[in-house]
């Protein structure tokens, strides 16, 4: 199972840097999207209530394996940073600095991921 949790996550938090690096051009071209920026938290949210359990198994699954602590830190660190990201990012650090930081926890949570999986990989899961 920590192998699809892998993935899963990978994909989803790639899903939300693709997000974050897409929003400022639609809304140039479209600003009339502006007006949709309730569905932008929205997605925000959903993402995060469904990478969140998705990540934590997969990350503690590894570990109780692998017992890699480099991995899990990265995996935790970057989980942190999206919850707190999107708790308080916004009118903490503005638009700008809120998307870099939640794809800098993105970019860490992969390769905690990315790691779990060489780690399962050389076990042959």
């Known amino acids: 199972m920590q192998p699809l949790l892998d993935k899963l996550a990978i994909a989803l938090s790639g899903l939300c840097i693709i997000h974050c690096l897409l929003t400022p051009?639609?809304?140039?071209?479209?600003?009339?999207?502006?007006?949709?920026?309730?569905?932008?938290?929205?997605?925000?949210?959903?993402?995060?209530?469904?990478?969140?359990?998705?990540?934590?198994?997969?990350?503690?699954?590894g570990h109780l394996r692998y017992k890699d602590k480099l991995t899990l830190t990265l995996g935790l660190v970057g989980l942190s940073q999206l919850v707190v990201t999107s708790l308080l990012g916004f009118n903490l650090l503005g638009e700008m600095s809120e998307e870099l930081m939640t794809m800098i926890g993105s970019a860490a949570l992969i390769f905690g991921h990315i790691r779990n999986r060489q780690a399962c990989c050389k076990d042959a899961c």
Do not use: D, G, R, Y
């Open 25 to 61: 051009v639609v809304v140039v071209l479209f600003p009339m999207l502006m007006a949709a920026s309730n569905v932008n938290e929205s997605l925000h949210w959903l993402l995060l209530v469904i990478i969140l359990p998705t990540s934590l198994l997969a990350l503690f699954l």
